[in-house]
């Protein structure tokens, strides 16, 4: 990076070597011979191409300062909406996915324990499907009894229910017994 700085202080060297190559002609009187001219000449003329790349240099950074850093700065301002505007996008899209991912998840997790319950459900057709006819016979009976031991349990549970009431009954007859024989011994 070259500042303007940097540029008018070799402007400035520039001009002071060829002001002291001037001030060097003019003051010696010796004579100089063709070498020594040409040899001075090509150096002014390199003075003089340097000092022109220079300015030219100059010329560029002051157009840069006055236009170019004005678009680059416009230029910047754009990227950085771009930036933003990039960076939402994404931040949406994320969010979108995320989302759907989770829906899907829990979407795949309903369809497997769905079709888990329907295996297990199956599972024991299949299986006496394979067994032997005596295997069927003692597992159809052994349901016919679980149904039954259901039957009886519903009965004893209905049965427990009349006792308790029955005894509950009884009590109350029992305490109307006592209460009267006690009335009955008071008088």
């Known amino acids: 990076v070259v500042t303007r700085d940097d540029v008018e202080g070799s402007l ?5 070597y060829v002001k002291d190559e001037e001030q060097l002609l003019k003051g010696t009187n010796l004579s100089f011979d063709v070498l020594t001219l040409i040899d001075l ?3 002014i003329e390199e ?9 030219a240099e100059r010329d560029y950074w002051l157009e840069y300062k006055n236009v170019g850093s004005k678009i680059d ?4 301002m754009n990227l950085e909406k771009d930036i933003k505007q990039v960076k939402d996008d994404h931040r949406r899209t994320a969010e979108y996915y995320r989302k759907t991912l989770k829906a899907a998840k829990e979407e795949k997790d ?4 769905r079709h888990m319950k329907l295996c297990k459900e199956e599972a024991p057709e299949k299986a006496v499907r394979y067994l032997d006819k005596n295997s069927r016979r003692e597992i159809k009976e052994n349901e016919w009894l679980k149904e039954e031991v259901k039957v009886y349990q519903k009965q ?3 049965l427990k229910a009349s006792i308790q009431l029955l005894e509950e009954e009884n009590i109350n007859l029992v305490t109307k017994l006592i209460d009267s024989r006690l009335q009955n011994l008071r008088v």
């Not at 309903?110 to 324990?113: D, F, G, H, T």
């Open 12 to 16: 400035k060297e520039v001009w002071q």
């Open 41 to 43: 000449h090509s150096q």
């Open 47 to 55: 003075a003089d191409q340097r000092f022109l790349v220079k300015e």
């Open 73 to 76: 700065a416009e230029k910047i």
């Open 110 to 113: 309903r369809l497997i324990e």
């Open 156 to 158: 004893v549970s209905d």
